[in-house]
């Protein structure tokens, strides 16, 4: 019996991710997914000897989890904030799951359900978003299929939101991309038909992106190309990105002065709007600093208590159009310190972990090219999310949770599991062969 449920914790990850349409259904079906969660929990005791495994997160993700119960208990309205709670708890279930699966088949299977999840939601957003010139034709293959009449289902208007979208494909497109590149000899000689579908996910997931005509997604994903590329070019074509980069942030910055009034991340909201909801959370923050309003309350509050002068009263403010404050307006400042803690834990981890594989000169495993897409990944988000949010507990937040998760896995994968790194020697020119023997290279010892 043991041995069997041992064989479903490590495909935890993957039940954790059928569950997620429960979230599109009525809230009654939510408390079956807390079941299972709570079930999880207790066949990993007692099966593995530990509620949690042990990972650098695990402080930060107590004090969330404290702050939020503090903000259950704040709650004015349960079912506004029900489904958001459960996607909340469902994502640090799932970043436990993912932590745990540090064994290299694990971890690339992983990879590619979140490849394979990134694309489903893409081809959902090409198809259930409202596409705006020149991008407008993508509006017809929504009347080829039933969402015409009914709407995209669990969306506020009947349709996916093009910020929204852009943020999602702000964690998908930078960590296809940064394998497409990086695993392209491997991949090209051993799986041709994989690699082209990794080739083709990068070039779709790229076009949505510029078409959701999100300045900010694509501010935010041209910086993280930027790094990606970074991580695959010697140091003298570091230095051209860098240049290039820094002229290019210029040029955008300059011409940013004639656009204050315009759409910054692709709606009508525009910067003008965004400051007058940035102050309005920052009140909101100060009354109610250990609680917040709870968890999705932020939408209701605004409007009552707080009014906004240049946004009307019937437009409805799902988030505070910044990631940070929306976890403290959903958390209270313990949950903004934790939220901002597990970026903090996540970078620190990524270049503990780049720095080990440049030591061992394991700069050609495909755990390096791992490292560069979730660097790239969580950058584009971080960027995004400066200027508009995917809230913690939203559908779609579940990708970011598996982005951490894969960094603690592959962070102790390389640094402390003890594990040889097989690499492929690069030949100089002159041999003009390449030597397919992999070289070894000494472990580091934890």
Known sequence: MQNLIRKVLDWEWLLLLLLLPFQFLPQIFLGFVLLIIVLLLISRKLTLGYFIPPTPYNVAILVLILSLGASVWATFEFELSMSKIVGILVGIALFFSI????????????????????????????????????????????????????????????????????????????????????????????????????????????????????????????ISTVLILGFFVNGRWRLVLASGALISLLILFSYGRNLVEDDIVGDNLGLSGRIEIWSRAILVLGDHPLTGVSVNGFRRVVHVLYPLFGIADGIDIAHAHNHLLQAGLDLGLPGLVSYLALWIISAILLIVTFRNLIRRRATHHPYYSLVAGLAGSLLAGWIFGLFDAIALGARPSFMWWILIGLTASVHYAVVYSGRHLHTHRRVTSERAVIDNNPVTTRPVRS
């Open 99 to 222: 932590a745990r699966s540090n064994k290299e088949t694990g971890l690339w299977t992983i990879a590619g359900a979140f490849i394979v999840m990134g694309m489903l939601m893409a081809l959902g957003g090409l198809v259930g978003a409202q596409w705006q010139p020149p991008f407008s034709f993508l509006n017809q293959l929504s009347s080829l299929l039933p969402l015409a009449a009914n709407g995209v289902p669990g969306t506020s208007e009947g349709f996916i939101n093009a910020n929204e979208l852009a943020g999602v494909l702000c964690w998908v497109t930078p960590f296809i991309m940064a394998l497409s590149i990086g695993l392209r000899r491997r991949l090209w000689q051993t799986r041709p038909l994989l690699y082209g579908f990794i080739v083709v996910s990068t070039l779709f997931t790229t076009f949505l992106l510029v078409a959701t005509s999100s300045r900010g997604g694509l501010l935010a994903f041209g």
